[in-house]
């Protein structure tokens, strides 16, 4: 007996569903708005029926091998409708990043062994030109035969029993692999993460809890749906509570608060990025106008979280986790701003990676800055984490550095204060080494994005001519022919909190940076360029206070001079 009907014998009246096609056929019959956009509303009735509609004609189109079906879309109806689709067949889903393009796109697809791709017609043309599947098995949503193959599979709303219809496949179980999420890829290179319809269904319930998700919420999702971000913390609870889901295509800053006010909404997810975009647009008296209560979201600097609630009077609930796991801190509401809150249980530790000791409390300034960051700053892990890591698709090597010594290691590194409040001090590959000491790109981040005119920031590792590595940062603005060099050094100057070697040594400014599809800034990006772009760069000179200087063509040509003047031309990867 497969568990969606197993669940539904159960009762369902306060039943946590196994799996998240029992959580949709929960819904059927339930005529509360399910979805939403600007020109269409489905009652959640309606959303099983189209999701059923779906996994009839993927059953039907199902060839040998891994249900494996790619979605390239951006926020639209059919993608949802896929996601339930695949719920209901057995099928698992992979969202397709509509940004990636070329090799990279044809490899992330070849790797993940799909037998379908949802997409529409533009989508369906690239992928043609990739000859990454037959053309026959690329569906683009906006075609007669696809609308047409949809409508005849749609249940008719008086049949209720759609799991005696053969909606739902007798394999469907709580360990049934439902998503292949590829990570963002920001300091490294993508993976496909293993995602079943029991770790969802179960991250479904427990997000509602602790972001007190009700059934008259109205979610925003202006995040991509191929993302981690817009399925665990917003479509799931949305569909364990029967919330209405609001989509627009993708985030805008400038469609934010229209969006929020034509829908009413109560909820959205956001990244760090995102945020900063819309703090960066012109406030405006009736900014707190609005139905918003809350939202969730990553990485986003403490003044702009600050400031968001300041402007809008909505609660930001600042999060920590990954598509490979969740659920390593508890909130706090005495928590420091910058903490995440407190590790979850004992098993969340800040450990050496060396000598597998934990590492000692960081004592922090007056400014929150960590005084003792040798000791204090780690990588995180769970030491109980192992069983709960579901894996990467065919990547064993990259399992093999998650699980270490019966651990699960995180890939992030963080710190707990004297007062057992956990920090997050960014990704593995943002701690640079400069002249001997530590420093944290996450923090240097911080700091830029303070001021009025950055939008968004990355700051990375790039190698020094002599020895070690300096700091280099790029920063995006409205106006490039309007920055302001001197005034940005002025501005570093007087900041308390950043330190003399912390200070970018190069600066690169841009009207648009290089993003994931999931707004997340490209570093690996940025760090493979340095100088070498079309951007302007600035250069730190002289002693003492920072002052920049515009590098010319043939100051790049010097400082690449300068690497082999001292024998580290190998470190430029050219």
């Given at each position: 007996?497969c ?26 019959g ?14 959640w ?8 509609a ?6 039907d189109?199902?060839?040998p ?19 339930g ?32 791709i949802?997409t ?47 909606v ?28 079943s319809?029991g ?57 934010f ?25 012109p406030e405006?008296?009736g ?5 918003l ?11 702009d979280?600050?400031e ?9 609930f ?50 929150g ?19 709960r ?9 990259a ?21 057992g ?18 420093t944290?790109a996450?923090d ?7 001021h ?38 002025d ?18 400014v ?6 994931t599809?999931?707004?997340?800034v490209l570093?690996?990006?940025?760090q ?13 000179v ?22 082999a ?10």
């Amino acid at each position: 007996m497969c568990s969606a009907r197993a669940d539904l014998e159960a009762g369902s009246t306060a039943t946590q569903h196994a799996t998240i096609a029992a959580m949709l056929l929960d819904r059927l019959g339930d005529e509360h708005p399910g979805l939403r956009t600007r020109e269409h509303t489905w009652s959640w009735d309606g959303v099983v029926r189209e999701s059923a509609a779906r996994a009839r004609l993927a059953t039907d189109l199902r060839e040998p091998g891994p249900f494996h079906i790619g979605v390239l879309l951006e926020n639209v109806p059919d993608f949802v409708f896929w996601l339930g689709g695949a719920a209901l067949a057995g099928a698992t889903i992979v969202g397709i990043n509509p940004t990636r393009r070329g090799d990279d796109l044809a490899a992330e697809i070849r790797h993940v062994d799909l037998q379908l791709i949802v997409t529409d017609d533009a989508g369906r043309e690239q992928l043609v030109a990739l000859d990454v599947l037959p053309e026959h098995r690329i569906l683009s949503i906006d075609s007669d035969a696809y609308r047409n193959a949809v409508a005849d599979r749609r249940p008719d709303t008086a049949d209720t029993g759609l799991e005696d219809a053969g909606v739902v496949a007798a394999e469907v179980e709580a360990e049934s692999l439902f998503l292949l999420l590829f990570t963002s890829g920001t300091t490294g290179a993508s993976k496909a993460v293993r995602c079943s319809q029991g770790r969802l269904a179960r991250l479904a319930y427990a997000n509602s809890a602790k972001y007190g998700h009700v059934r008259e919420d109205v979610d925003y999702c202006c995040m991509p749906l191929f993302h981690g971000n817009a399925l665990m913390a917003l479509w799931a609870p949305a569909l364990a509570n029967g919330a209405t889901v609001c989509l627009t295509p993708k985030f805008t800053a400038s469609g934010f608060l229209p969006d929020v006010r034509f829908y009413g909404a109560t909820f959205f997810t956001y990244v760090g990025k995102a945020l900063g975009y819309l703090m960066a647009t012109p406030e405006r008296p009736g900014d707190r106008d609005t139905t918003l209560v809350r939202g969730f979201g990553t990485e986003a600097s403490p003044e702009d979280k600050a400031e968001f609630v300041r402007r809008f009077g909505a609660e930001l609930f600042e999060g920590y986790g990954s598509s490979e796991g969740a659920g390593s801190v508890v909130r706090d509401p005495a928590a420091p701003p910058g903490a995440l809150g407190r590790p979850a249980n004992e098993n969340i530790a800040i450990v050496d990676p060396e000598t597998l000791t934990d590492k000692a409390p960081a004592r922090l300034d007056e400014h929150g800055r960590v005084l003792n960051p040798d000791d204090a700053i780690g990588e995180m892990v769970d030491k109980a984490g192992a069983s709960r890591f579901e894996g990467y698709y065919k990547n064993e090597s990259a399992v093999a550095d998650r699980i270490r010594h019966g651990w699960y290691w995180t890939g992030d590194l963080g710190y707990v204060d004297q007062q057992g409040f956990l920090y997050f001090a960014g990704r593995k590959g943002d701690w640079i080494r400069v002249d001997g000491e530590n420093t944290s790109a996450l923090d240097i981040e911080h700091i830029l994005r303070r001021h009025p005119g950055v939008v968004a920031t990355g700051v990375f590792g790039v190698p020094d001519p002599r020895s070690g590595d300096q700091v280099m940062a790029a920063i995006e603005v409205a106006d490039v022919d309007a920055f302001d060099p001197v005034a940005f050094a002025d501005f570093l100057a007087v900041q308390p909190d950043l330190g003399t070697k912390s200070a970018p040594r190069l600066l690169r400014v841009s009207a648009s940076l290089p993003v994931t599809g999931s707004n997340k800034v490209l570093k690996r990006t940025l760090q493979q360029q340095r100088w070498r772009t079309e951007d302007a760069v600035f250069r730190w000179v002289g002693r003492g206070s920072p002052q920049y200087a515009l590098m010319s063509e043939g100051d790049r040509d010097a400082l690449d001079a300068e690497f082999a003047r001292f024998g580290r031309t190998r470190l430029l990867g050219t």
